[in-house]
């Protein structure tokens, strides 16, 4: 789920309120259909131990505790676990921790799973490591993540004032992550670094939303929750940002999310 990119300051997207609540659901709706059908090519099934890293909301953990029942366990795991408190059940344990700085648990895992983590972290290669040492020999690890550098413009098409305004506002956003520290190209290069991780039967796709309802919702709790620092930075006014919000409520704007690359790799039986 997706991670609050961290500044000096703080949170460049907060994990509190309804806005953010908002924005998760829309990330489960774009995204969780294709992360389910990745997650079932394993052959996840009764008994499996899992690690969800970076849970954020309950949604993924939450079908994972339903797969392993009724002998398994999943372990959801993120910096602030407040909404993944929703997925809290007999099967799922719920634990504030750093995959980039905190011990991993002891336990290895039959599948290992992570979206919109990584590229968030600006010591994502140690906690990639990390990842990967979790995994039992024969276990999977499926890492998901962005590469707005895909797809830097916030509309498929720019035919006229509104997509403009869009795309610079987009643009604003992007550099805010830029500067602390995201990796807006990181998600192309998950394939060769599975392969690197010594994991073999790589396999990756990609995924690429346009238009929807949740691609809207998206765009309008991202932009809320950003406003001040786009303003703040001279990257938007405050009546181009009122407009941009007005053109999306209106339903006019083609949006895109950037692509989601998800990756699959195996850990060999024995080391290479």
Excluded at 58 to 80: F, H, I, N, Y
Excluded at 121 to 127: H, L, M, S
Excluded at 164 to 192: H, S, T
Aim: glycine share 8%; with cysteine.
């Amino acid at each position: 789920m997706l991670r609050p990119e961290m500044t000096r300051e703080g949170y460049l997207l907060s994990s509190d309120g309804a806005e953010a609540k908002n924005r998760m659901e829309a990330l489960s709706t774009l995204f969780d259909p294709g992360t389910f059908r990745i997650l079932e090519t394993t052959g996840i099934g009764p008994g499996w131990a899992c690690w969800e890293v970076g849970a954020g909301g309950p949604t993924v953990a939450r079908w994972l505790s339903e797969r392993v029942a009724p002998t398994g366990r999943v372990l959801a795991t993120d910096l602030d676990v407040v909404w993944a408190q929703e997925a809290r059940a007999d099967r799922v344990e719920v634990r504030v921790h750093d995959v980039s700085r905190d011990e991993i648990p002891t336990e290895a895992f039959d599948l290992v799973h992570a979206r919109l983590v990584l590229v968030h972290v600006v010591e994502r290669e140690k906690a990639l490591a990390a990842m990967v040492r979790s995994v039992r020999p024969g276990g999977f690890l499926v890492v998901e993540d962005a590469d707005p550098a895909l797809a830097p413009e916030a509309c498929i098409e720019t035919f006229g004032a509104e997509q403009e305004l869009a795309n610079k506002i987009r643009n604003g956003f992007r550099f805010l992550m830029a500067e602390r520290g995201v990796d807006l190209a990181y998600g192309r290069r998950l394939p060769r670094l599975l392969r690197e991780a010594g994991l073999t039967d790589v396999s990756a796709e990609a995924h690429f939303p346009i238009g929807n309802t949740a691609c809207r919702i998206l765009e309008e709790t991202t932009v809320r929750q950003v406003r001040d620092k786009l303003m703040a930075a001279g990257l938007a006014s405050k009546d181009e940002i009122k407009q941009h919000l007005a053109n999306v409520a209106a339903g006019r704007l083609d949006l895109v999310t950037a692509p989601m690359i998800s990756v699959l790799g195996r850990k060999p039986l024995r080391p290479s």
